[in-house]
């Protein structure tokens, strides 16, 4: 049987990282699409490197996608790469934009000219139910999005399903809700909590700097989620999933129980600044994952306090090894 190849845009982040990881599991040939840049930053995938295979490509550029699927003639795409932090998307909406979402026609159209067998994941987001108009959110709900980065992603989710009802390809999109790790960026506000819990118990810090401490979130474990993404891609229909916990969780039940795992009361170290609130809040996002259950069969494995103290034990390593 021929060895099933993929390619992954966004090898290099959370997710692509952790995709990686299943793919080579599943016995796959994987790829990733890397751009060119004067700073490498593989430390995700540095064990993995010998194991896959990087080739340069970007999402700006319409021919270098079009050149890397002649060369390695992929089964299936996961496009996992965008200008993916939130607060950026509003100093960088252009660069979002282009990255985010006319990413998404770029390979798409790749695929259309290449070959239409190929099949196509696209990343979207909760971030794209913004200003929620229901709630749980599922695949039916509105959306209202509250940011550049969402704006964007509701372009590159509705394309997908514009190119699968229009040129019949096989192309899926993911709804996932916020999903952490311990390879999660250290701007995102998840990472900030775990790794500064971990700086001050170190005596490494004094405090920690945060926006909304009442925003809402459904927050679940990268590791699961990518199973979700592979999961759908096998389906014999292409259809769109919300994969979610269906928990909600603010961003102070977050530091509680990350400074509880290092013996500290957050209350004494969390200070708000007024700085990093976005220009238009998300207060509440929690998903109904109800259709991935039925059709995918899919569950969630890792529960909200075991990720958090999972990221918390991590960067306690982290940190321990720099000193």
Same mark, same amino acid.
Request: net charge neutral; aromatic share 10%; charged share 25%.
């Given at each position: ?74 089964? =299936?795409? $996961?496009? #996992?790469? *965008?200008? /993916? ?5 509003? !100093?960088? %909406? ?70 699968? =009802?229009? $040129?019949? #390809?096989? *192309?899926? /999109? ?5 999903? !952490?790790? %311990? ?76 400074? *509880? ?63």
């Amino acid at each position: 049987m021929t060895q099933r190849r993929a390619l992954i845009t966004g090898i290099t982040g959370q997710d692509g990282s952790y995709l990686a990881e299943f793919l080579l599991e599943k016995g796959y040939r994987v790829y990733g699409m890397v751009r060119r840049s004067s700073s490498d930053h593989f430390e995700r995938i540095a064990h993995l490197e010998d194991r896959i295979e990087l080739r340069e490509g970007d999402l700006l550029d319409q021919l270098s996608i079009i050149t890397l699927l002649h060369a390695i003639e992929p089964h =299936e795409i $996961y496009n #996992l790469a *965008a200008q /993916s932090f939130v607060p950026t998307s509003w !100093e960088q %909406p252009i660069l979002t934009s282009e990255a985010t979402a006319l990413g998404v026609t770029r390979m798409l159209e790749a695929i259309r000219v290449v070959d239409r067998s190929i099949r196509f994941y696209q990343a979207s987001s909760s971030e794209m139910f913004g200003k929620v108009r229901e709630s749980p959110q599922n695949e039916k709900t509105p959306f209202y999005p509250r940011s550049p980065y969402g704006v964007a992603k509701v372009y590159g989710h509705y394309l997908t399903v514009n190119y699968r =009802e229009s $040129y019949g #390809l096989h *192309a899926v /999109s993911g709804i996932l809700f916020n999903h !952490e790790s %311990p390879r999660r960026g250290r701007q995102f506000v998840s990472r900030k909590i775990t790794l500064g819990a971990a700086a001050i118990k170190l005596g490494l810090a004094t405090e920690l700097r945060l926006g909304n401490l009442d925003a809402k979130r459904d927050w679940g474990y990268a590791g699961d989620y990518v199973d979700a993404m592979w999961t759908m891609m096998q389906q014999s229909t292409p259809d769109d999933f919300v994969i979610a916990t269906g928990e909600t969780h603010t961003v102070r039940e977050l530091c509680q129980i990350a400074f *509880a795992r290092v013996g500290l009361d957050w209350a004494k170290y969390v200070v708000v600044d007024a700085t990093h609130v976005r220009p238009a809040e998300v207060d509440l996002l929690i998903g109904d994952a109800g259709k991935a259950r039925r059709v995918l069969g899919w569950r969630q494995k890792v529960s909200f306090r075991e990720l958090v103290e999972l990221m918390v034990d991590a960067d306690l390593r982290e940190l321990h090894a720099r000193r």
